[in-house]
């Protein structure tokens, strides 16, 4: 069974969620409660660091496709990290770097807020 | 007349098993001597017509079977992924674009999309209850 997690973490008003392993269609539910619950409570700067970030079919990059509408419309926004590059290809391969911040590294994207 | 070797593997229809299967694609993807982004881009596509499968032709229905077979020809692969549910009209799929899909908050229409440039060849077939997708790859 696929396998997938997420460690949350705050720089100053940044959440950072760090994800790890693949993200598929049995997988993409955690992702989405993360991205619900940080909207509730009004999380809406939010860098996903996708080091450990394995594999990604479009089942996972749905997940950024629904929500980042409502972050956006609160003032917010999701910037992507790390990816590893066979993962940032199936990114590219779907037009996302026209749409969403996808930098190398955490750093670059925290500064993307300031 | 180039040898054939074909590997099958049958499953029912869950996301739980999207793991198992993009193991036997890349496994075997390798073995016929595909480098590392042609193995990711198989593994990939099978993926995504599994799950295609798996949402839309059966709904989310678990338990119901999909049938995925490899076959090596010449310096090919052939993939054939068959399953009994609701069959694709491939005429009827209009390409999404990114931004009106971001609009709607529309989250699915991608994997076909992402077949189409995965793999070097993809076609429906219908036959009485079962649909087949078929796609080829050339190492």
Redesign the interface.
């Known amino acids: 069974m696929s396998k997938f997690e997420i460690r949350k973490r705050s720089r100053s008003e940044v959440t950072i969620l760090d994800i790890y392993g693949e993200l598929d269609a049995h997988t993409a539910p955690i992702l989405e409660k993360e991205l619900q619950q940080l909207i509730e409570s009004k999380f809406v700067h939010i860098v996903v660091n996708g080091s450990g970030l394995e594999y990604i079919s479009s089942a996972g990059l749905g997940v950024f496709m629904a929500y980042i509408e409502d972050i956006r419309s609160q003032d917010g926004d999701i910037k992507i990290s790390s990816l590893k590059p066979k993962v940032f290809n199936v990114f590219d391969l779907l037009g996302f770097p026209t749409l969403y911040d996808i930098v190398e590294n955490e750093e670059k994207a925290v500064d993307r807020f300031k | 007349m180039p040898s054939i070797k074909e590997h099958t593997l049958h499953i029912s229809a869950s996301?739980?098993e999207?793991?198992r299967i993009?193991h036997f694609v890349a496994d075997h993807a390798g073995k016929f001597g595909f480098d590392?982004?042609d193995i990711?881009d198989i593994t990939?596509a099978v993926?995504?017509a599994c799950?295609n499968i798996?949402?839309h032709a059966y709904e989310w229905k678990t338990g119901k079977p999909i049938h995925i077979q490899l076959a090596m020809r010449g310096n090919e692969m052939l993939v054939s992924i068959i399953d009994e549910g609701k069959s694709f009209d491939p005429a009827g799929y209009k390409m999404p674009s990114?931004?009106d899909?971001?609009?709607q908050?529309?989250?699915?229409g991608?994997?076909i999309?992402?077949i189409r440039?995965?793999m070097d060849h993809v076609e429906y077939r219908k036959r009485n209850s079962r649909n087949e997708i078929r796609m080829t790859k050339k190492r």
């Not at chain 2, 908050?105 to 699915?108: G, Q």
């Open positions: 996301t739980d999207l793991e993009r590392e982004g990711n990939l993926d995504e799950t798996i949402k990114m931004q899909q971001l609009n908050k529309k989250r699915s991608y994997g999309l992402l440039k995965l």
